[in-house]
């Protein structure tokens, strides 16, 4: 296989392959320790990071439906669309149904469905909304890795530190690291999703307009 004709979106390389990196180094790092694990990567040959490579796709798209999942279970089914129902619902909307309308012949009642034949339209006029998105799915693996690094986090210091006093306050620190950078990593992941969710009526109303 030549993976030279291989065409990686802006998706595939930060929203799967690079959590999918980030998750595959947490565990080497825990079954192997720091050390070890910068000696291996520093000894990777070509061969080896295409493996490598491939394993982080896999990886990354395991990552993202468990992310998808976590969230779900924590702000219920509709959170990921919540920027579309609040636009739906709102005045904002009028003109965006009464264009489709008119465009289509009939109305469409049913958000989900509106939101699919407005991108449909766009076609590839809204380049950006696969950088919105994923730049959200990336910072939503980034919160979950997050969590899970605290696992290997752990290992580094009881290897560097234990059985010191230095042990407890290296963990507090990794402990208060992670915790900001979880937060940072949700409110990124939030605001990109809004971007990503609602423009899209708004880009459609654009085009329409252009059109007219």
């Known amino acids: ?24 180094f947490g565990v080497w790092v825990l079954l192997k320790g720091w050390m070890p694990f910068v000696a291996s990567l520093h000894q990777l040959n070509g061969t080896e990071l295409t493996v490598l ?16 999942s976590a ?3 924590l702000k219920g089914k509709r959170f990921s669309r919540k920027s579309r129902d609040d636009f739906w619902s709102s005045d904002e909307a009028l003109p965006v149904r009464a264009a489709i309308t008119s465009e289509l012949g009939q109305e ?8 699919d034949y407005c991108l449909t339209r766009l076609k590839d006029r809204f380049a950006k909304r696969d950088m919105f998105l994923a730049t959200s799915d990336l910072c939503r693996s980034l919160w979950l890795l997050a969590f899970l690094a ?26 208060l690291f992670m915790f900001s950078v979880a937060w940072l990593s949700w409110k990124r992941m939030v605001r990109f999703r809004e971007l990503s969710e609602g423009t899209v009526f708004r880009a459609y109303l654009a085009m329409v307009g252009e059109h007219s």
């Open 1 to 24: 296989m030549d993976f030279s004709k291989l065409k990686l979106e802006v998706y595939d390389l930060l929203g799967v392959i690079l959590p999918g990196l980030l998750g595959i």
């Open 53 to 68: 490579l491939i394993v982080a796709f896999g990886a990354g798209n395991l990552l993202q439906e468990l992310g998808d």
């Open 71 to 73: 969230v779900k279970t």
């Open 108 to 115: 469409l009642i049913f958000v989900d469905t509106a939101f």
């Open 150 to 175: 605290f696992v290997p986090a752990t290992r580094i210091a009881w290897e560097h530190f234990s059985p010191t006093c230095r042990y407890f306050a290296v963990i507090l620190g990794f402990v």
